[in-house]
Structures are given as C-alpha cells and as structure tokens.
Nanobody, 121 residues
Framework: QVQLVESGGGLVQPGGSLTLSCAAS????????MRWYRQAPGKQRELVAG???????NYSDSVKGRFTISRDNAINTVYLQMSSLKPDDTAIYYC???????????????WGQGTQVTVSS
C-alpha cells in the first residue's frame, strides 16, 4: 500500500504565497514522476505542475512564473511553492505520483486526498 498525504493548504489573500507539501509513504521502492493537480468548484481537474525523478519540471500556462514545483527524493516528498496567488487559484489541490512498490508489486499511480487552497480578501 502507498499513501500520499498533502499539507499546507489554507486561506490566503490575493498576492500572497503558500507552500504545499505531499509525502509518499508505504511499500515504496521508488517514486518516479510526481504532480500537482487542482480542481475548482464546477470545473474539471487540471494538471498544475509535474516533476520527474531527475528534477525535470513542467507547468500549466496559468501558473508558469508564479508556482514552483520541487521534490526531495530522500523523503519521497514533493512541494508546490505558490506566489502571487489569485482568486482563480482557489481549488482543492491534489498530489499524484507514479510509484514502484517494494516486495515485487507492480506499483501504479496514486492520489492524495487533497488540500483546500482559498485565495480571498
């Protein structure tokens, strides 16, 4: 079993900053690509940013230049530093990862439970 646990969400004023964390735990051999998605009320879930195990990154156009994704392979954790936040960034943010499991398992793609980010004055 693999668990992804997000933290760091909350309420922030427009123009403010917030950092999300997501730690993977369980029967892990290796965590490969890690991603952040978000879903706003009434909208589809969208990819925000991704990072490979070798630190290659990609971003959606809507967050490029404002958000930074990073990871610490030693502790299987991915971060999302968000700055210049706008009300349109309000959403539930989900962590997603491709994990090779230990013990001969096939591994797979896993999701966290989500953390709410609200940008409002």
């Amino acid at each position: 079993q693999v668990q992804l646990v997000e933290s760091g969400g909350g309420l922030v004023q427009p123009g403010g900053s917030l950092t999300l964390s997501c730690a993977a735990s369980g029967s892990i051999f290796r965590v490969n690509d890690m991603r952040w998605y978000r879903q706003a009320p009434g909208k589809q879930r969208e990819l925000v940013a991704g990072v490979t195990r070798t630190y290659g990154t990609n971003y959606s156009d809507s967050v490029k230049g404002r958000f930074t994704i990073s990871r610490d392979n030693a502790i299987n954790t991915v971060y999302l530093q968000m700055s210049s936040l706008k009300p349109d960034d309000t959403a539930i943010y989900y962590c997603n990862a491709d994990v090779q499991t230990s013990g001969g398992g096939l591994g797979g793609n896993y999701w966290g439970q989500g953390t709410q980010v609200t940008v409002s004055s």
